[in-house]
């Protein structure tokens, strides 16, 4: 019944579902639902290969996609899920050995408005909507930055909880016992997202299942959060805003074009660092370092 009604939603009330646009008034919704290009994708097919992750406007309306790039290898290996909202962005590179693309997880509807009529909707929207807008985009590379740096010198461990929490964050529904992942996640996935092999990752899992911070139901797995939060150096993340309060300040270098891959390359994310992590990189008064 829940699938049948699903299907019959329309590019509208996907959107009037995703936080990003929640400020969006209903006339912009319209607007933006009238010159979405859609089209619905199968499990395991390519939504945007690499050139087009780099380009365009592009919306996850339903489904859950992935981004994957080939490891050094030459292997495809998963690198992130993605729930419903705008696709964050990667920059084009003259020589790329990654190949990074975003796939279909499960059965999912892409809709990309074109950046005329985005940034047509984007320029009379408040604040509060380009915001969003930036964080969705910057959530991704911090999360990817913390959970791949090596400078942390975080073990596998503190990895696989790091990468548990954030799928609580966007797939996560709490209940009595945890956080119930809404998503299928294999092993495989996971060993890909934290750079370690399935068995490895097999056994920390049984290991978080021992300790009672992971309950497996099904194929489904219930994490509790808080517990994690408490028992390594890894933050819990408190709801879905955990990078609402920011100082960081979109930079725009054209007038034309409000939210883009050029802009967002000027974002400063050491604000998202420093507030995760509670201490300040840079001293007061110091401007950080912009990402141009």
Request: net charge positive.
């Amino acid at each position: 019944m829940d699938r049948q009604k699903n299907a019959n939603l329309t590019d509208l009330d996907l959107l009037n579902r995703l936080k990003p646009f929640a400020s969006l008034s209903a006339q912009a919704l319209r607007e933006l639902a009238s010159g979405l290009n859609s089209a619905n994708f199968q499990r395991r097919e390519v939504l945007l290969p690499e050139e087009a992750l780099a380009t365009g406007v592009h919306i996850l309306l339903k489904g859950v996609a992935k981004i994957t790039c080939l490891n050094r290898c030459g292997k495809r290996v998963t690198v992130a899920l993605l729930a419903p909202g705008p696709i964050p962005e990667f920059l084009s590179l003259p020589v790329s050995r990654w190949r990074f693309r975003c796939d279909a997880y499960s059965h999912c509807r892409v809709g990309s408005p074109g950046w005329d009529l985005f940034n047509a909707i984007v320029r009379k929207a408040s604040e509060a909507v380009l915001s969003e807008l930036y964080r969705n985009n910057l959530r991704l590379w911090c999360r990817l930055l913390l959970r791949s740096s090596t400078f942390l010198n975080l073990s596998l461990h503190e990895r696989i909880e790091m990468a548990l929490l954030e799928l609580c964050e966007d797939f996560g529904i709490k209940e009595a016992r945890g956080t119930l992942l809404s998503v299928f996640l294999s092993h495989k996935d996971l060993a890909d997202m934290v750079g370690a092999s399935r068995p490895r990752v097999t056994e920390h899992l049984a290991e978080l299942e021992r300790k009672g911070l992971v309950i497996r139901q099904g194929r489904q797995l219930i994490v509790r959060s808080d517990k994690i939060g408490n028992s390594t150096r890894i933050p819990p993340p408190d709801t879905n805003d955990s990078f609402a309060n920011t100082s960081a300040q979109p930079y725009f270098p054209k007038g034309d074009q409000l939210y883009g891959p050029r802009s967002l390359r000027a974002v400063s994310v050491s604000s998202q660092i420093n507030k995760l992590f509670a201490s300040p990189v840079f001293p007061p008064g110091k401007k950080s370092i912009a990402m141009a």
